[in-house]
């Protein structure tokens, strides 16, 4: 996991992240090792991409890039060294073919809602508030799903779906935490390395 600045959208994603790879690692048997570092901007540069061809060198398979910019010195190092990358708040398997999905905000969708509801005189719900929009109250996170941007080839589309269903009603539940100094709590199968 490589990210910009301990924000808490972006702790969040990180959060999630070490949440969802520790869960697929306890369900499959294998142990997995995750690096989880903060590049300090939201811009990638030759510093940050050096770090990333360090990891994809010495075994990172996937590299989640969370923090705008910063996806490029992921990518930079993933063309060479075959590895992958996941984008951010959009879907980004334009940018390169070593980009397997993208963590989405639906941010159109947000807007939607929130712009209907003050439409409608719904000023209580929204007005003066922070709120949160996950997959509880509607379409508002997700990953690409159109035959052109999906490249996972060992989930599907449907798999997919039906973990997001399962999310969605709450029967899996991510810890929505965005305090930087409290980590995951994973199982045995997982190590975090959280790299300064």
């Known amino acids: ?89 959009v879907d980004q398997s334009y940018i390169d073919e070593c980009i397997v999905t993208s963590a989405m905000k639906q941010l159109q969708n947000v807007t939607e809602t929130v712009l209907d509801a003050l439409n409608n005189g719904d000023w209580a719900t929204y007005g003066g508030k922070v709120s949160n929009f996950s997959l509880a109250e509607g379409e508002y996170v997700g990953l690409p799903t159109d035959a052109d941007s999906w490249r996972l080839s060992t989930f599907t589309v449907d798999e997919y779906e039906a973990l997001k269903a399962k999310l969605a009603d709450g029967s899996v539940v991510v810890d929505n935490n965005s305090d930087d100094n409290v980590k995951p709590t994973v199982s045995d199968k997982t190590t975090v390395n959280y790299i300064g």
């Not at 142990?31 to 901007?41: A, H, L, M, S």
């Not at 990638?44 to 996937?62: F, H, L, Q, R, S």
């Open 1 to 89: 996991f490589l990210c910009g600045m301990a924000v808490p959208a972006v702790i969040r994603y990180g959060f999630g992240f070490v949440q969802g790879a520790d869960a697929a690692a306890a369900e499959l048997g294998t142990p997995i090792e995750i690096n989880y570092t903060y590049g300090g901007q939201f811009s990638g540069d030759p510093n940050i991409t050096a770090k990333m061809e360090g990891w994809y060198a010495a075994g990172t398979e996937v590299v989640f890039a969370c923090g705008g910019g910063i996806y490029t010195s992921a990518v930079e190092a993933a063309t060479l060294h075959n590895g992958k990358v996941i984008g951010v708040d």
